[in-house]
């Protein structure tokens, strides 16, 4: 099998993301392994992967599945050198990361937070950042992602496969989840490296983003709203234009996306 991550040759010392990888054939959540491994020596950037997980985690307390052998599921604990207002940045910058990673098999879009969809917002790829303040400072953040790769649509269950779909379906051919896993490691230790310096990726966030102009239902907490997407602002929060008026939402997720209606000429 050319694709096996059990004995991958993708940690690079020279990284400080992914300097090591840490291959689990079964795990609860990766998440929870690389928390524990920011508390142990050298456990910061240690990349954790998993064939299987039996307690993946999504956003908004959802599950993630994902079958053994066929996609890429990594989380990374890192302390990022970075004040908690960057936190948008930080999910930000992951989700172009991966987004890069994917690029030699699939051009993929960013739907706002950092969902990697294409070009129909079929999902590809999501994000999951855990994160610890203290006072003003990101102490830690955990982020974990799952790449739906060699995950065919034809055997993903009918609730997934009418929203998802995987780099496979879309290249047209199985992809390499050992090289797939070193860009990731590559791009993230080099886009978290050019955040800490200052560099935002916003101007390149936007170019990327697939929901601009779309007509959305966004979650808050309980509540609902709905508008029109009008971009991203400067902290990586989604500018609505609602019945009443503007919104600039920092977390949420996108429940429903309207289809956009033809203004008659
Ligand atoms: C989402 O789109 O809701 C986020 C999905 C994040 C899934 C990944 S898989 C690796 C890591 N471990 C988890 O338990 N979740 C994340």
Redesign the pocket.
């Known amino acids: 099998m050319t694709d096996a991550i059990e004995g991958t040759r993708a940690a690079d010392p020279r990284r400080r993301i992914g300097h090591r990888v840490e291959y689990h054939a079964e795990i609860?959540?990766?998440?929870?392994r690389a928390r524990l491994a920011l508390d142990e020596p050298d456990g910061e950037g240690l990349a954790i992967v998993?064939e299987l997980?039996t307690?993946?985690?999504?956003?908004?307390g959802?599950t993630?599945h994902?079958p053994s052998g066929r996609n890429l599921?990594?989380?990374v604990g890192i302390r990022p050198r970075l004040q908690a207002s960057a936190a948008g940045l930080l999910g930000a910058a992951t989700a172009l990361a991966v987004r890069g990673a994917c690029r030699p098999a699939a051009a993929l879009a960013i739907k706002w937070p950092n969902?990697l969809v294409d070009d129909d917002g079929r999902?590809v790829?999501?994000?999951?950042l855990e994160t610890a303040l203290v006072e003003a400072r990101l102490a830690h953040v955990v982020i974990?992602?799952?790449i739906n790769v060699n995950w065919r649509r034809r055997e993903m269950p009918p609730q997934i496969s009418t929203v998802a779909t995987s780099l496979a379906d879309l290249a047209g051919r199985d992809v390499d989840r050992s090289a797939l896993l070193g860009r990731v490691l590559d791009a993230l230790d080099d886009e978290i490296a050019a955040l800490e310096r200052g560099e935002s990726p916003l101007e390149r966030y936007r170019a990327a983003s697939w929901l601009d102009g779309r007509r959305v239902v966004v979650a808050l907490g309980e509540r609902e709203v709905e508008g029109v997407a009008l971009g991203i602002g400067q902290a990586g929060e989604l500018l609505l234009q609602t019945d009443e008026g503007e919104l600039a939402l920092a977390v949420g997720e996108v429940l429903r996306v309207r289809p956009v209606m033809a203004v008659p000429a």
């Open positions: 609860g959540s990766t998440n929870d998993a997980q307690a993946g985690r999504g956003r908004r959802r993630w994902s599921t990594l989380s969902d999902k790829a999501g994000l999951l974990g992602l799952g």
